[in-house]
């Protein structure tokens, strides 16, 4: 069993910045890939960021520029530096972990952090 484990969320200003960060108990070179969702208030969970097995992220547009994923594989951690905060940033972060087992893919998921920006 996986698990994974959020921290750094927080309440910040408009214009502010955090760092998350996620604690898995694998090694996170086992993933297919790994990366941070939101879900705001009456909205469905979106993808943030994930970064692939060969080292490569994705954004999402709305954070282009502003947010960045990293690996440190050697303390199995994985981060989301966000910069320029904006209140639409607002929601729960939930790490997430995608592993292969068999021919199919697994999810697993954290408890979440709470990020709200203030206006």
């Given at each position: 069993?996986?698990q994974?484990?959020?921290?750094?969320?927080?309440?910040?200003?408009?214009?502010?910045?955090?760092?998350?960060?996620?604690?898995?108990?694998r090694?996170i070179?086992?993933?297919?890939?790994v990366g941070?969702?939101?879900?705001?208030?009456?909205?469905?969970?979106?993808?943030?960021?994930?970064?692939?097995?060969?080292?490569?992220?994705?954004?999402?547009?709305?954070?282009?520029g502003r947010?960045?994923?990293?690996?440190?594989?050697?303390?199995n951690?994985?981060?989301?530096?966000?910069?320029?905060?904006?209140?639409?940033?607002?929601?729960?972060?939930?790490?997430?972990?995608?592993?292969?087992?068999?021919?199919?893919?697994?999810?697993?998921?954290?408890?979440?952090?709470?990020?709200?920006?203030?206006?």
């Amino acid at each position: 069993q996986v698990q994974l484990v959020e921290s750094g969320g927080g309440l910040v200003q408009s214009g502010g910045s955090l760092r998350l960060s996620c604690a898995s108990s694998r090694s996170i070179f086992s993933f297919n890939a790994v990366g941070w969702y939101r879900q705001a208030p009456g909205k469905e969970r979106e993808l943030v960021a994930l970064v692939n097995s060969d080292g490569s992220p994705i954004h999402a547009d709305s954070v282009k520029g502003r947010f960045s994923i990293f690996r440190d594989k050697s303390l199995n951690m994985v981060y989301l530096q966000m910069n320029g905060l904006k209140p639409e940033d607002t929601g729960v972060y939930y790490c997430n972990a995608e592993a292969r087992v068999g021919y199919g893919l697994t999810d697993y998921w954290g408890q979440g952090t709470q990020v709200t920006v203030s206006s």
